[in-house]
């Protein structure tokens, strides 16, 4: 069975600045898809950037980017130029590339933004 | 429209009450899923359906009883609930089989079990 770890339960950072989320997963297939997904206090889960394993560029979205290792199987998350609206649970998902559908999630990180 | 729209955003239920929870989407989406997420715990899977039919049930009580009316139309229904199942219920859906993209979800239900 496919696991998530997020190792750090919270993290902070300061408007403008860069923060890094960290992500490490454990699978035996070779394809897959990492997501990571914003949860606000408003509940509603918000796709951030999706990695496909076959691809080796890192995915990057706007402010957002990924550093997607392999063989490390490691997928932090990166983001620039922080603003306040980045406060919230940010998890790490898996999912298998075939028709399997389930997500499998870490267990998240909280980040607060200060001004 | 690439919205999921969950039907009540809040809902506060006795042990002994039936009660529905509704998520519809419009976006041509095949499968459509149920998640349970406790605070400050990722969410769980419940259900998943593909084109209408039932093809994940993550051993999940018989008090709560999914329905896929439609392609577009998902509910959850609650019987007989436990103070335990207090938690935010999130229904999400995704193109379907084989489609490798992201799972789109919606803003989910507070339940609140008295």
């Known amino acids: 069975a496919q696991t998530v770890t997020q190792s750090q339960p919270e993290m902070s950072v300061q408007e403008a600045e860069t923060v890094t989320l960290s992500c490490t997963y454990d699978t035996s297939e070779s394809d897959y898809y990492l997501f990571w997904y914003k949860q606000p206090p408003s509940r509603q889960m918000i796709l951030v950037i999706r990695?496909?394993?076959?691809?080796?560029q890192n995915a990057t979205e706007n402010r957002f980017s990924v550093n997607f290792q392999k063989a490390a199987k490691s997928f932090s998350l990166k983001i620039s130029d922080s603003q306040l609206g980045d406060a919230a649970m940010y998890f790490c998902a898996y999912r298998s590339s075939g028709s399997n559908y389930k997500l499998t999630f870490g267990k998240g990180t909280l980040l607060t933004v200060n001004p | 429209d690439t919205e999921v729209t969950q039907t009540p955003k809040h809902l506060v239920m006795g042990m002994t009450n039936k009660k529905s929870l509704k998520c519809e989407q419009h976006?041509?989406?095949?499968?459509m899923y149920w998640y349970k997420q406790k605070a400050k715990k990722p969410p769980e899977l419940m259900f998943v359906y593909s084109y209408e039919k039932l093809s994940i049930n993550e051993s999940v009580p018989s008090r709560f009883s999914p329905e896929c009316p439609n392609s577009s139309l998902l509910n959850l229904h609650l019987h007989a609930l436990q103070p335990e199942d207090s938690a935010l219920y999130l229904c999400a859906s995704s193109p379907g089989p084989l489609k490798n993209t992201e799972a789109f979800f919606g803003q989910g239900t507070r339940l609140t079990v008295v």
């Open positions: 990695q496909e394993a076959y691809k080796q």
């Open positions: 976006m041509g989406h095949r499968a």
